[in-house]
């Protein structure tokens, strides 16, 4: 079983539709929960963070962690034909640097 | 502006060729790190190392080597003992020692063996 599980996808919405990517996780270690985006070809860049549960809000999107499940979400409102990427979770625990990574979701926002 | 560079974008290489990819910061961070992302695995570290002249394993280490002789730079071989060396390389850069740091990635180079 992997540390962290994540659906492949692809998923695929009609723009303004309002978007849930969901990781699961194996490792109650894990204290700080990350979403990066990632164009074709290009490298994952840090969309949001958070420490331990609860959930942030940053524009369009808000990133959820129920610790007590050992599941984390990340919602698109109001999605954009330019939210059409990879959305990988990551996460870490208290120490360290060693980020583990999910395996990505495919999105595909239809205009 | 600040980030990181990898080179080139795309790597063409016969079997049994050793081959270098290049990682450079100008973050002016302490850790860096190598990745390789395959389609349905999601990023898997190769190596990092928090330090000039100290690095450490990652989990898929056999076949590859680095160096970090400067701060800036931290170059990955990938050495003809790799069994499946065709991959998507990510560099990345944090900040040592604070538990939230995020990476900082480059742009990738896409390496084909044939």
């Known amino acids: 079983q992997k540390e962290v599980e994540q659906d492949p996808g692809p998923l695929s919405v009609p723009e303004g539709a309002i978007v849930s990517l969901n990781c699961t996780y194996s490792?109650?270690?894990?204290?700080?929960f990350m979403w990066y985006r990632q164009y074709s070809r290009k490298g994952p860049e840090l969309l949001m963070y958070?420490?331990?549960?609860g959930n942030k809000e940053d524009g369009r999107f808000t990133a959820q962690v129920d610790k007590s499940s050992k599941y984390i979400s990340l919602f698109i409102r109001d999605s954009q034909p330019s939210d059409s990427a990879t959305y990988l979770c990551?996460?870490?625990?208290?120490?360290?640097?060693?980020?583990?990574f999910g395996a990505g979701t495919i999105l595909r926002v239809k205009s | 502006d600040g980030g990181i560079t990898q080179s080139p974008k795309y790597l063409f290489r016969k079997e049994g060729q050793n081959v270098t990819l290049s990682c450079e910061q100008n973050?002016?961070?302490?850790?860096m790190y190598w990745y390789r992302q395959d389609p349905g695995q999601g990023l898997r570290l190769i190596y990092y190392?928090?330090?000039?002249?100290?690095?450490q394993k990652g989990d898929i280490a056999e076949g590859y080597s680095v160096s970090r002789e400067k701060k800036e730079s931290f170059p990955l071989t990938v050495t003809s003992a790799q069994k499946n060396p065709t991959a998507f390389y990510l560099c990345?850069?944090?900040?040592?020692?604070?538990?939230?740091?995020?990476?900082?990635f480059g742009n990738g180079t896409r390496l084909t063996v044939t």
């Open positions: 958070t420490y331990s549960s």
């Open positions: 990551a996460m870490r625990g208290e120490y360290g640097n060693k980020l583990v």
């Open positions: 973050l002016n961070h302490d850790a």
């Open positions: 190392s928090q330090i000039v002249n100290d690095f």
């Open positions: 490792n109650s270690a894990f204290q700080y």
């Open positions: 990345a850069s944090s900040i040592l020692g604070q538990g939230a740091s995020p990476l900082h």
